[in-house]
C-alpha cells in the first residue's frame, strides 16, 4: 500500500459526459501528480500540483482540467468524454523536494467511455 | 528533462541476476537517478535512487558509473514476479519513457 488513495477505482460512462476523479497524497506530501496510461501504452504524465498550486503540464488535453485543495487531495475533471479517454488514470504523490524526489503511485481509475 | 536511454526488452532466467542499464548522460550534477517498476496494470513502485554512490535496498542494488552517465540496476536473484516494466529517470524527470521490459523466465 502506497499511501496514495484514489477513487473511483473503475467507471464506465457514456461519451460526452464528465467525470471526476479524486486522489488523496500520502500524509505529508505536497505535491500531486496525474498521469494517463492508455491500453498499451506508456505513461503519459498531465499535471502536476505542489502545495495547491499547479508546478508543471504535460500532454493534458484543454478538456481535462485539475486542481489541488487545501487539505491537498487532487481532483481530475475530465470532459466532453471521448471513447479514446478510455485509459487508466494514475494519481502520485512526493514530497516535492528540489533534488528530485520519490514518488508514490496509487492504484489507478479505470475509465472506460462508451 | 535529461534524457535516458534503455534496451526495449530484456529476458532473465528465474533466480539469476537481472542487469537492466541505463544511460543518462545529460543528468545534472544534483540530480538524483531513480528506478521504478510497474507490473501489468498496477501502479508504478518505487525501486531505489541514488546520486553518487552504489546503493542497495531489500529490493535491489544501483550501481552508478562514477561520471554518473549510466547506472545499472541489479534484481541479485530475480523472480517470476519481478516480471515487469522497469524505469529509470533522473530525479527532476516527469515523464517516465518506455522503460525495459522484463521478462522472468522459468
Known amino acids: 500500500d502506497s499511501g496514495v488513495t484514489q477513487t473511483p477505482k473503475h467507471l464506465i460512462t457514456a461519451t460526452g459526459q464528465r467525470v471526476t476523479l479524486r486522489c488523496s497524497p500520502r500524509?505529508?506530501?505536497?505535491?500531486v501528480y496525474w498521469y494517463q496510461q492508455s491500453l498499451d501504452q506508456g505513461l503519459q504524465f498531465l499535471i502536476q500540483?505542489?502545495?495547491?498550486?499547479?508546478?508543471a503540464k504535460g500532454n493534458i488535453l484543454e478538456r481535462f482540467s485539475a486542481q489541488q485543495f487545501p487539505d491537498l487531495h487532487s481532483e481530475l475533471n475530465l470532459s466532453s468524454l471521448e471513447l479514446g479517454d478510455s485509459a487508466l488514470y494514475f494519481c502520485?504523490?512526493?514530497?516535492?523536494?528540489?533534488?528530485?524526489?520519490?514518488?508514490?503511485f496509487g492504484e489507478g481509475s479505470w475509465l472506460t467511455v462508451v | 528533462d535529461a534524457k535516458t536511454t534503455q534496451p526495449p526488452s530484456m529476458d532473465c532466467a528465474e533466480g539469476r541476476a537481472a542487469n537492466l542499464p541505463c544511460n543518462h548522460s545529460t543528468i545534472s550534477g544534483n540530480e538524483y537517478v531513480y528506478w521504478y517498476r510497474q507490473i501489468h496494470s498496477q501502479g508504478p513502485q518505487y525501486i531505489i535512487h541514488g546520486l553518487k554512490n552504489n546503493e542497495t535496498n531489500e529490493m535491489a542494488s544501483l550501481i552508478i558509473t562514477e561520471d554518473r552517465k549510466s547506472s545499472t540496476l541489479i534484481l541479485p536473484h530475480a523472480t517470476l514476479r519481478d516480471t515487469a516494466v522497469y524505469y529509470c529517470?533522473?530525479?527532476?524527470?516527469?515523464?517516465f519513457g518506455k522503460g525495459t521490459s522484463l521478462l522472468v523466465t522459468p
Open positions: 500524509s505529508g506530501d505536497l505535491s
Open positions: 500540483y505542489y502545495n495547491g498550486e499547479e508546478r
Open positions: 529517470m533522473p530525479g527532476y524527470a516527469l515523464n
Open positions: 502520485a504523490s512526493s514530497k516535492g523536494g528540489l533534488s528530485g524526489n520519490t514518488i508514490y
